[in-house]
């Protein structure tokens, strides 16, 4: 049992410098949600109850979803870890720029303006050109502010399965790598309204300040393309379409949801695409970058991809050491 577990350990030496990045942006995202929904600077009497309200439904399920697969799999195999060739932590800190109801960034007093977080695991099999992932994440953005509300707009998005198919082409020192492939996706888009202590006295808010918008779950497909040069200088794509045919969506209209239009009759559908570049410094088995993206999950027309804006990324490589 202890040769078995021995296979692991390696990996596992991984897990504390991980962790405490991430953490520290966890940490970051909690201040930056309250900067962007105003809790800072006006009163509002419920405000810290929504923000542990949300942060606890997008966190923690995420947590759970990472932490009781990672179990699952190393129950199934006995502990051992020697069965993988590699495995990869990914994080990207997202940071809005603008909305899909923006005329513009910065419009109804700082319409755009948000944080976001999206990550997971990856894993290829020895002898495999396949990788599995499992990820997820969200992003939360301002929409409109003024002396009775702050009105937010998010998208949550979980991966609890996805399978790439894998292929590399190398010349000289250039890599040309791609991966096509599908996955299981569920997700949801919904809105944040933050009554102010006059606000409190005319909108009729639930004590978590959240409004589903629509919902689903469904079948998705993902593809990546980089090119790389020298193994330090990665230029990298990627582009996913998941739509989430078994939901709900809210096509009535509130008042205290406005400029939020109701939601079209249709399949919600998550879409994105990011571009971006990465670099692996000298000696280091970190690779980090930044990148531009554009997204959206709603019942809009599918080439619509309101939300905008940058993201640095971090991928981990986690060491892995063959049983002796």
């Known amino acids: 049992m202890v040769a078995d577990w021995s296979s692991g350990r390696d990996l596992l030496a991984s897990a504390p410098f991980v962790a405490l990045l991430d953490g520290s942006w966890s940490v970051v ?57 590699e495995a990869h932590y990914r994080t990207e800190w997202l940071f809005g720029v603008t909305a899909p109801v923006c005329p513009s960034p910065g419009a109804y007093g700082g319409c755009g303006a948000g944080v976001g977080s999206f990550g997971g695991l990856e894993v290829r099999l020895r002898g495999s050109p396949f990788w599995w992932t499992v990820t997820g994440g969200w992003l939360e953005q301002r929409i409109a502010n003024d002396s009775q509300k702050t009105l937010e707009e998010s998208l949550w998005i979980l991966t ?105 009759r249709g399949i919600p559908t998550w879409r994105a695409l990011t571009l971006g570049l990465d670099v692996t410094p000298r000696g280091s088995p970190l690779r980090f970058g930044a990148a531009a993206f554009l997204a959206e999950l709603s019942t809009q027309p599918i080439g619509e991809l309101g939300h905008a804006g940058f993201m640095f990324r971090f991928d981990f490589p986690l060491r892995l050491e063959p049983t002796r």
């Open 160 to 264: 609890p399965l996805a399978l790439a198919y894998g292929i590399d082409t190398r010349s000289g020192p250039v890599t040309l790598a791609a991966r096509f492939g599908a996955g299981a996706y569920f997700g949801m888009h919904s809105a944040h309204v933050h009554p102010t202590e006059l606000g409190a006295e005319t909108l009729h808010v639930s004590w978590h300040e959240l409004y589903p918008l629509d919902a689903g779950v469904g079948p998705g497909a993902r593809a990546e393309l980089a090119l790389s040069v020298a193994g330090s200088v990665r230029v990298s794509g990627s582009a996913v379409l998941a739509p989430l045919v078994a939901g709900n969506r809210r096509t009535r209209s509130y008042p205290e949801l406005a400029p939020l239009p109701a939601e079209h």
């Open 29 to 85: 995202t909690e201040l930056d949600t309250l900067l962007t929904s105003r809790r800072w600077d006006a009163p509002y009497p419920q405000g810290l109850v929504a923000q542990v309200v949300t942060r606890t439904l997008y966190g923690t399920s995420w947590t759970s979803m990472i932490v009781l697969e990672t179990f699952a799999a190393s129950l199934a195999s006995g502990g051992r870890f020697d069965w993988l060739a």
